[in-house]
T-cell receptor
Framework: DGGITQSPKYLFRKEGQNVTLSCEQN?????MYWYRQDPGQGLRLIYY???????QKGDIAEGYSVSREKKESFPLTVTSAQKNPTAFYLC???????????????FGEGSRLTVL | EDKVVQSPLSLVVHEGDTVTLNCSYE??????LLWYKQEKKAPTFLFML????IEKKSGRLSSILDKKELFSILNITATQTGDSAVYLC?????????FGTGTSLTVIP
């Protein structure tokens, strides 16, 4: 079955450590996204990528980094520069908007990061 | 600045009630508006709306878009406890999606 796999589901880290969250999709989507969700808040865009080897910052990119070496994979690194990293992280993908066809955003199950 | 605003922020109703959730937006480059339901984990897709005035329906849920007044509503009739969730509205701008803060719905038996 096609979908998006995020790992790990739960992650605990000490302050000052970098962590990398994995996101793999087999939907053959070109566009991939990382969102952060805090309690009682909506989704805020961290980074997105429309094509391999290219990505753009979202609204809250500071303290995060990404790579897109393969179409299927879009890992997110939460660096020690991120001041408040404890949150729920969602990876998503979609087809490109072509002007004729617009698709929805598909989500992974999420990764909950807690920094102690 | 692009903006998506949902109201109310939270809602508590009794089973059997009908609810209306609102989503208004001020964006450039609008492509579509989407509704999602989120229960603890990943949001699940409900509807995508691209044209004004055409109602989308799925069981007890329905939604409509008004592109002139820049808003959408999500209706849930005969609510059940399983409808308790956060309902997210998102607007697609080209290849970006912007989300509102969500409406938290609690349905009491």
């Amino acid at each position: 079955d096609g979908g998006i796999t995020q790992s790990p589901k739960y992650l605990f880290r000490k302050e000052g450590q970098n962590v990398t969250l994995s996101c793999e999709q087999n939907l053959n989507h070109d566009a991939m996204y990382w969102y952060r969700q805090d309690p009682g808040q909506g989704l805020r865009l961290i980074y997105y990528s429309q094509i391999v080897n290219d990505f753009q910052k979202g609204d809250i990119a500071e303290g995060y980094s990404v790579s897109r070496e393969k179409k299927e994979s879009f890992p997110l690194t939460v660096t020690s520069a991120q001041k408040n990293p404890t949150a729920f992280y969602l990876c998503a993908s979609s087809t490109h908007w072509t002007g004729l066809v617009t698709g929805e955003l598909f989500f992974g199950e999420g990764s909950r990061l807690t920094v102690l | 600045e692009d903006k998506v605003v949902q109201s109310p922020l939270s809602l508590v109703v009794h089973e059997g009630d009908t609810v209306t959730l609102n989503c208004s937006y001020e964006v450039t480059n609008f492509r579509s508006l989407l509704w999602y339901k989120q229960e603890k984990k990943a949001p699940t897709f409900l509807f995508m709306l691209t044209s004004s005035g055409i109602e989308k329906k799925s069981g007890r849920l329905s939604s409509i878009l008004d592109k002139k007044e820049l808003f959408s509503i999500l209706n849930i009739t005969a609510t059940q406890t399983g409808d308790s969730a956060v309902y997210l509205c998102a607007v697609r701008l080209g290849n970006q999606f912007y989300f509102g803060t969500g409406t938290s719905l609690t349905v009491i038996p």
